[in-house]
Structures are given as C-alpha cells and as structure tokens.
C-alpha cells in the first residue's frame, strides 16, 4: 500500500498549491523514493482541451496526448518524469466513465450513488498508481461543490492507508490593517474540519513571511502541532518553494510520521536557484501571441526559456507582444530573440504574420512553434513568392493560396495530440541542433502545411528540415526556425529543450 500526501486548499485558489505539491514530490524523489502524482479538477470537462487559457492558463499536452491543467506541466518540470492520462482526473472524466458502465450493465441494477461508487471510483485510481507516495492534488479549494466527493474519497482513503494531510490556505495582511490576518484561514479550515479532514501540516501562503501569533492561530484553529504550520511566503520564482520547505524541515516530517528515518542535507533545487539569481547578462526575448497579456497562457515557454538561460548563462528578459493590438517594427527590432507560440483561431494572427516578416526582414532569431510555423510558411508564400492573399484555412477556408489545410482524418475538432516521432533531415541547422535524424516531441494540431506547397517553400529559399510522413514538422528560412511541435512541452530545468538553447545561441553569436 502507499503512502499518500493529499494537497487540498483553502480560502482562494490560484496561490500556488500546485507549486507545493509538486515541490512535495520533487523532494521525495530527489531522496530516492518512487512519488508518483494525481491532479484531480472538479470541471464537468473530461480535459482541459476546451478550457479557456485566458481562464485556466496554457492547455499542457502529455505524451499519451492527454490534454491537461498547467500544474501537470509543474510536475514533470519537478519530477522529471513523463506523466500520463492516469495523473489527471476531473469530475468530468470521473462521471463520464461511470455513467458510460452503467448503460453497459456493469452494475447489475444497483443504485449508482456518489457513496460507495463515485468515490470508491476515485479510491481505487489513487491505489491502482504505481509508486511508494502518491501526491494527490485536489483542485479549487475545500467546501465548493465540485470537489466534495475527492474530498470525501480522499477522507475515507485514509482510513485504510498511511495519509498526511497538507492544507494550503492563505492568510493575507491587508495594507490598511498592516497585520496578517487569519481569519479566512480559520473559516476555511472549519470547512474542512467539518467534512471530517483534520490537516497534517498547514501551509500558509502570505505576502511576508508568517509571523509567530499567526502561525499560533493556525496551530490552534487548524488542531496542529505549531511546527507543522509551514511558510511560503511570496517568492521570486517557483524553483524556491522546495527550497523553502526543505529550509522549514515538511518532508522530514512528513517521512518520520510515515515511519521512515529522515535527516535533510538540503535540495537540488537550491543550486538551480542559486544559479537563476547569479545570472547577470540578459537577453531581450519577445514572446509574440495573442495572450501576451496572459502569460499563464505561455508558461512552458517561460519556463523553457528560464531553462535554457540558465544553461548558457543569461537571464530571460521577455518582453510580451500582443498581437491583438498593432504590432509596431519598433517594439521587435529591438529584440535579440522571439519566440512565437502556437494558437488557434484567428483572432492576432494577422498581427503574428505581420511579426514574422519584422523579425525575419531584421534577421532576428527567432522560434516559430506550431502555428507559428504555420504561419512563417505563409509569411514566406506572401512576402518571397508574392501571392499576397496566401493563408492557412483555419483562418480564411476560401483562400485561392492554401499554404495550411486541415490534416485529412482531422475534422470536427479531433486534434493531433501527444508524442511523436519527427524524422530529420541531415544538413539542416536542425540536424545540427538535434544532433540526430530522429527525435521525439509533442504535438498538439489539427492543420499542416499543404504538401503541394512543399517546392513553392523550396523556391522561396526555405529549408524543409523535418518530416513526419506527410506531416511537415520544421522549416527553416535565415533567422527564422519554425517546427509544428511543442518542444517547451519537453523542456526541463535541468535538461533544456535543445531547440530553445539554440534561440539562446543563434542570439548570443550571431
Ligand atoms: N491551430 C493550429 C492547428 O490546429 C495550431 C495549433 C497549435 O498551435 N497548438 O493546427
């Protein structure tokens, strides 16, 4: 049986509960221990592939092509590991599946109720895990509707297996009281004493580190002993939050409740924070998208791009251009680098088309992922071949010069998602980067460049650097790198992304 460590949160959302589990389960595998995750959201959605980023933040993609919540991308960037569909439930999922045995018979003229059947559902997708801990992260905070029966689940789960409780609340210091105030983490703790959960450890989120009479009160209100009330206040990145929970002793307890010996010799993670602060030299990087005014929307490409800076030594200075609003030369000519990420529907994109001629006209390094590559193979057909009404059809279905069509087998929304192989082609700079002709990336498309367009691309002087059968998947014009994968999906704080190390290079020795 596993050890599980539930997360579940109080008062608010959004204030990095993700960040803390995933900083819980980098610390035990950093230790040796096999951790494994469960991301449970309590949307009616089955995935996050319909979400709105504005609302939810980026749609992270899995190998298997499950379409996710961003914290799933948190952990793979924490635990370095390839996560899976088995990692991420929401309430839609849950019920669909159930719903879907019933009407196959599966329950023999039962009652299907939420106790026993929707949460010994739940019960058993935590057990049936592979790993010695299991994370279980619960969405949204204790006492909305959507997420009472993970809640209920997880209760009854620990009645039968070793369970530690982490409650994430906040506790905020309001500028006109000047004090840190607890009382929203009192009522929200009360909530969750009512549904029959008594915390373990309470960590509470706070502009200024906690001060003692509010960690008392916690203490007190939330039935834990004062040391398990555990500080995160406001940090500079969220590389700092294992730092910080080492620094306060959370997994050596968490293992000594469980019976396991623990002494702490510190974390990984404070040399990859020591190195992010000691960077001094920056590189100016625009990010060019419709949600530049979101950049939740973007974070694996903020993410990578803090990666691969940290590796060659220069910090990330990104500059978020939307392309809703007019995009200007002079706002881009500036920049040592750009990168534009991939995007759906029209809206800003004839702002990327316009970028992309900027950038490549002022041989700026640029990467192009998705449709940002699509729409650099549409920039070339406009601009180099003259056909001025080129487009792709996701945006203009009548267009005389569809340079991108819909993938055949690819209708009604049903999208290329997940790992796939891309095949390289020798004497290309992605050759050089890739050091290989064969890699494996994600995806996450419904359109391709049009194969008839393949020799007008050639004729405009672009290199067509990889393939996937029919499926173009890099083009290459001077400054400009465009591949139809996701490789910020892939790109670890560790192990950068080889293609964003390469922006950082084209950028720093051009
Ligand atoms: N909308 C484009 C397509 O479906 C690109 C998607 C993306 O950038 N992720 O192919």
């Not at 500079?236 to 968490?254: C, D, F, M, N, T």
Request: contains cysteine.
């Amino acid at each position: 049986m596993p050890n599980v460590i539930v997360v579940l949160g109080t008062v608010m959302s959004g204030i990095g509960k993700g960040s803390i589990a995933a900083s819980i389960a980098s610390l035990l595998s950093e230790r040796g221990y096999d951790t494994n995750v469960i991301k449970m959201d309590g949307y009616l959605n089955y995935d996050a592939g319909t979400l709105d980023p504005y609302r939810h933040g980026e749609v992270f993609v899995l190998d298997d092509g499950t379409e996710c919540d961003m914290d799933l991308g948190t952990y793979e960037r924490f635990l370095s590991k390839n996560l899976s569909g088995d990692n991420y439930l929401t309430s839609g999922k849950l019920f669909y599946e159930i719903i879907k045995k019933e009407r196959e018979g599966y329950f023999k003229g039962e009652d299907v109720q939420f106790v026993p059947h929707v949460v010994n559902d739940i019960i058993e997708r935590i057990l049936t895990l592979p790993g010695e801990f299991i994370i279980v992260e619960i969405g949204g905070t204790a006492g909305d509707i959507e997420n009472s029966y993970f809640i209920e689940a997880v209760r009854q789960l620990s009645k039968r297996v070793p369970t530690a409780f982490v409650v994430v609340t906040y506790v905020p210091e309001p500028p006109s009281i000047g004090e840190q105030k607890t009382k929203p983490a009192q009522q929200g703790l009360r909530i969750l004493l009512s549904m029959g959960v008594t915390p373990t450890f309470i960590v509470a989120r706070s502009h200024r580190p906690l001060e003692y009479k509010a960690k008392y009160k916690l203490s007190l209100y939330g039935g834990v002993p004062l040391e398990n009330v555990i500080s995160v206040p406001d940090l500079p990145s969220i590389y700092h939050v294992p730092v910080v929970l080492e620094k306060q002793g959370l997994i050596s307890k968490i293992l000594k409740l469980f019976g396991y010996e623990d002494e702490s010799k510190g974390t990984r993670w404070e040399g990859f924070v020591k190195r992010c602060e000691s960077l001094e030299e920056e590189l100016t990087i625009g990010v060019i998208g419709k949600y530049a005014d979101f950049p939740d929307a973007y974070v694996s490409i903020r993410h990578a791009l803090i990666h691969a800076g940290v590796a060659v030594g220069r910090k990330p200075k990104i500059i978020w251009i939307n392309t809703r609003k007019e995009v200007k030369e002079e706002d881009l000519s500036s920049l040592e680098a750009a990168v534009i990420p991939g995007g759906f529907g029209k809206e800003g994109a004839e702002g990327i088309i316009k970028a992309l001629k900027i950038l490549r006209e002022n041989e700026i390094p640029t990467l192009a992922i998705c449709r940002g590559m699509q729409l650099l193979a549409v920039e070339i057909v406009r601009d180099l071949v003259g056909y001025s009404d080129a487009h792709t059809t996701e945006i203009d279905p009548n267009t005389r010069h569809p340079v991108v069509i819909e993938m055949p087998g690819y209708s009604r929304g049903r999208l290329r998602k997940g790992l796939y192989p891309v095949s390289i082609v020798p004497g290309t700079h992605l050759y050089e980067v890739y050091g290989s002709t064969k890699t494996l990336e994600r995806h996450r498309h419904r359109f391709y460049v049009n194969p008839e367009y393949f020799d007008v691309l050639r004729d405009a002087g672009a290199k067509l650097s990889a393939r996937s059968g029919r499926i173009l998947e890099g083009i290459e014009i001077g400054s400009m790198i465009g591949v139809q994968f996701h490789p910020e999906f892939l790109s670890r704080p560790r192990e950068p992304s080889k293609l964003f190390l390469d922006l950082y290079k084209r950028a720093i020795f051009k």
